[in-house]
């Protein structure tokens, strides 16, 4: 560990890079100062002079240009750099709207096609493409959404992994858990290669899905489909599916609400359902195909395997494994106010009253059973959404209900459920004695 007490007293350090060429030398930029600093002797060799008095601090820095003594400075206005470090010279300012969190170049092309590009991420989650032929901007894409850029490196083989030798490969990581692979080439704008993401804040609830598929190694299994977890994290208020095994079927399920904020021009983040406290699910219906509106079968397209349940709120969510996305009914009782629509403070009040607590699904996967927090477990059916009755909140309710009921259809299923909560409340099965064991008729 090398300490800089010299420079520590009076800067705070921000960043710091290594200039090829310039032997056991880094140059570290502060709040206020740019210097230029030997690592066997603990000494400082130049301060740079081109900082004017009250600017932005720096913010990044990033020395692999390609060309001898120029560095690339970044700062916490939005303003880029380029610099010659040794005649101490600026040489142009690129501007963005944003912090500068990070820089790298990266060269498209080869020969005299060669297109120096200068990539600049920002606290926006945006990195930027700029020329610097030209000293403009050629690109700009959304990387992370609602986090910052924490880092850009430009590397791999571009002839080997998309078989072009015109491409280079830039990688972006963000503070939302993800990294994002670029493909960038001189003529076209960039193209999404990859991206390993996981949750941006650490999940609470996780279920295995896929056991009906076999196992890994068997002949009929399917590898698609097999050793799927279910993630969701009430911080980041999402819910993910990671494979065990391969990486690129990790995914985020779509909530549906990029669209609907771009309408409204407000954040994506404000439009997701509220965080997720208890999940279901089976894939006892889920066929694994990708939603066609031209299939025959209905059952492809509007079952659901998935049901979520949201904190102080009274309705189950649905979502499609298949399809990796919300689906488009909702569990809830005719007589409550639907979804999506203004509630009075009174309807607010019953709503929480009733909040939903927990939630499971059959294991034929037709019907999903929520319970809520008054006490009542509510039916329901996957395919249609409709409500296929309740269960009363105890055994007391379960008699009054019986005793008052007239139809000849309700008493068997209350009947089922009285004796259920009968053995649930006893320590173990009643046994009549009395009950006489019926007389051989063959004596």
Not at 231 to 242: G, H, K, N, Y
């Amino acid at each position: 560990n090398i300490l800089f007490s010299d420079f520590l007293v009076y800067e705070k350090v921000h960043a710091m890079t290594h200039v090829p060429t310039y032997l056991n030398k880094i140059i570290i930029g502060g709040t206020t100062s740019l210097e230029l600093w030997n690592l066997r002797s603990q000494k400082r060799v130049y301060k740079y002079k081109y900082m004017r008095e009250n600017e932005a601090a720096i913010s990044s820095l990033n020395a692999q240009s390609g060309a001898i003594d120029v560095v690339g400075v970044g700062r916490f206005d939005g303003r880029i750099e380029l610099i010659d470090a040794k005649r101490d010279l600026l040489l142009f300012v690129l501007e963005q709207a944003t912090c500068v969190q990070a820089l790298c170049f990266a060269t498209c092309g080869t020969g005299s096609t060669a297109l120096p590009v200068l990539v600049s991420g920002g606290s926006d989650g945006k990195i930027r493409f700029w020329n610097l032929q030209n000293r403009a901007l050629l690109h700009e894409e959304q990387a992370h959404h609602g986090h910052r850029v924490l880092a850009l490196a430009v590397g791999g083989d571009g002839a080997a992994q998309l078989g072009s030798h015109e491409a280079c490969l830039v990688t972006s990581v963000g503070a939302d858990n993800a990294v994002v692979q670029w493909t960038l080439e001189s003529k076209t704008a960039p193209r999404l290669a990859r991206i390993r993401q996981g949750h941006a804040l650490p999940p609470s609830l996780a279920r295995w899905f896929g056991t009906n598929c076999g196992p890994v190694n068997s002949d009929d299994a399917d590898p698609a489909r097999t050793l799927q977890l279910l993630t969701a994290s009430p911080l980041d208020r999402s819910i993910r599916l990671a494979h065990a095994v391969r990486d690129v079927l990790n995914t985020e399920f779509s909530q549906k609400a990029s669209k609907r904020a771009k309408q409204l021009r407000v954040s994506e983040k404000s439009l997701k359902l509220p965080p997720i406290i208890a999940l279901a699910a089976c894939d006892a219906k889920d066929t694994g195909a990708v939603f066609d509106k031209t299939a025959a079968s209905t059952s492809t397209k509007a079952w659901a395997s998935l049901i979520t349940i949201h904190r102080d709120d009274d309705i189950a969510r649905c979502w499609h494994v298949s399809r990796r996305c919300l689906a488009e009914l909702a569990l809830f009782q005719p007589h409550w106010p639907r979804p999506g629509l203004s509630a009075t403070p009174t309807q607010l009040a019953q709503r929480k009253k009733r909040r939903a607590t927990s939630c499971c699904i059959s294991p034929c996967g037709n019907f999903a059973i929520v319970g809520h927090a008054d006490g009542r477990c509510r039916k329901y059916n996957l395919q249609s959404g409709e409500a296929r009755g309740e269960f009363p909140a105890n055994l007391a309710a379960a008699e009054i209900l019986a005793r008052s009921t007239a139809s000849v259809h309700v008493p068997g299923s209350l009947a089922r459920a009285k004796l259920a909560i009968e053995r649930g409340l006893t320590k173990g099965e009643r046994i009549d004695t009395k009950k006489r064991k019926k007389k051989d008729p063959r004596l």
